[in-house]
């Protein structure tokens, strides 16, 4: 009788958790569809990325067909950088990373696909509070066990309003390129800076990112000349 209540157990509990994740596999909505002007009283979404990182250069073949215009995906996989051939590290054949762009409140929900072979990783979310979601915080051996070569990590959690950005936490891995944009609006009607603008379009992103002609890993130790 105790062995078939355990069951019992066993059964429903497997039932709930793929009910559970059916349920959250129907909300989840492409990163782009997120790209809305924020409202007030709406309800927030979730919104799933695909990310792969991978060695990968600047100017390759891909720049002799097309030239890259979106921050948010990569349909043109050429990297134009400043003009200067060298291999690096990207997410999604992109430099800077795609831009995650939301509502403050709404879920991200980030699967990040480890490609290069040799090199382990993680996502770090600069900024972000992670309020019971301290496990995706991106710092390896400390919050989570590191993305090794050919494995997927999916990082879930709620947004706060505000600029932010994400960088790998590996080694020094964030100088050669895995870093992005991560900006989460509020309504127009609670920003308190809305005066001091007319528009906040998706377009309007800065990102500064470290750039040299240079692996990192020549600047560690370090070199007796300069480059």
């Known amino acids: 009788m105790v062995q078939s209540r355990f069951s019992f157990l066993v059964l429903l509990t497997f039932l709930c958790n793929a009910r559970s994740q059916d349920f959250t596999a129907q909300l989840l909505k492409p990163g782009h569809e997120c790209v809305r002007e924020c409202k007030e009283g709406e309800s927030p979404m979730f919104c799933h990325y695909k990310f792969t990182v991978e060695l ?4 390759g073949a891909p720049c002799d067909l097309c030239h890259p215009d979106d921050k948010f995906t990569s349909k043109c996989p050429c990297i134009l ?5 060298r291999t690096l590290l990207a997410v999604n054949k992109m ?5 995650i762009q939301v509502c403050a409140g709404d879920r991200i929900v980030v699967d990040v696909t480890n490609a290069m072979e040799g090199y ?4 770090h979310w600069h900024g972000l509070r992670q309020k019971n979601t301290q496990y995706f ?11 090794s070569a050919g494995q997927t990590f999916r990082y879930q ?4 309003e505000g600029t932010y950005f994400y960088h790998t936490h590996s080694g020094l891995q964030k100088f050669d390129g895995i870093e992005g944009s991560v900006i989460a609006r509020l309504p127009r009607s609670q920003d308190g800076a809305a005066h001091l603008f007319d528009y906040d379009l998706p377009e309007h992103v800065v990102f500064v990112n470290d750039w040299m002609h240079t692996h990192i890993e020549s600047k560690f130790p370090g070199l007796r000349t300069v480059i």
């Open 81 to 85: 950088a400043d003009g200067f051939e």
């Open 95 to 99: 430099l800077p990373a795609p831009s």
């Open 137 to 147: 915080d991106g710092v390896p051996m400390i919050t989570q066990c590191p993305i």
């Open 120 to 123: 382990d990783t993680t996502l």
């Open 157 to 160: 959690m709620i947004t706060n």
């Open 56 to 59: 990968y250069q600047t100017l």
